[in-house]
């Protein structure tokens, strides 16, 4: 199978045992890393068998692609930040963003709609804050281990994102999706639902032996320290990784139906898969 994720801790993490022939059953893997921004244009073009992508990208994608119940990254308290120098309000300035179809700038649609920036630009991830640092943009979007090392940009969180969603909804905050492509059991003799066992058996693997994978989270880490990492992995690697269960569904239907509601997005039904 062909495969594309992130560098981040937590995909490493939980990719580790299936990626290395550590899950029974499974067939070869191979994998591309890139930024979420990346895998989202992959995804829409159909070139991957499973792909991480954004939430808030499925509209574009459930004709290729099936989501499956794990494997992806839906929590509490692990939502985008808006970084500014100092300022609390991003009206009329320009805002850097990590792609236009990203969990992060949907909420960020959501939460500046009154008072939106003059203008918004995508840059890579790890480029956004040392934009707004050097003065390059007024305010960035950030994510993943960005919460935990801001301060040392001396920047200004001037908005939690997934507080602002989490007390608006009560739901979590659901950021990135694992998908199949619909024909994966005629490309690869995988069906979707037995790609999502596999992905299954490669969260608990990870949990179950945690220094397993060390070797591979640090060498793709991008000079992450260590307690970075650490971090990184304890909070976006949590119950909702093994199985979205009720409220993970209800937070993606809830975000994909406001957008919706909004015009952001095209309508869209989630369907719920099992893994068998």
Known sequence: MRMAFSPCPNDTFVFHALVHGLVPGAPPVTVDFADVDVTNGAAE????????????????????YTLLPCGGALGRGCGPLVLTTGSDSVEGKTVAVPGDRTTAYLLFRFWSAERPPARVVVRPFHEIMPAVAAGEVD?????????????RYGLHA????????ESTT???????????????????????????KLVRASVEAAWADPGASRGYVLEHAQEMEDDVVDQHIGLYVNEFTRDLG????????????RAAGAGLVPPV???RLTAV
């Open 170 to 196: 009560g739901l979590p905050i659901p950021l990135g999706a694992i998908l199949a492509r619909k024909d994966l059991e005629a490309r690869t003799g995988i069906t979707p639902a037995a790609a999502a």
């Open 269 to 271: 039904a989630i369907p």
């Open 158 to 165: 001037a908005a939690d994102l997934g507080d602002w969603w």
């Open 139 to 151: 305010a960035g979007l950030v994510i993943h281990e960005a919460r935990f090392t801001y301060q």
């Open 246 to 257: 009720t409220d993970g569904y209800a937070a993606v239907d809830a975000l994909l139906g």
């Open 45 to 64: 073009r159909g070139e991957y068998d499973l792909v991480k992508v954004s939430y808030a990208a499925l509209p574009w994608l459930l004709d290729k």
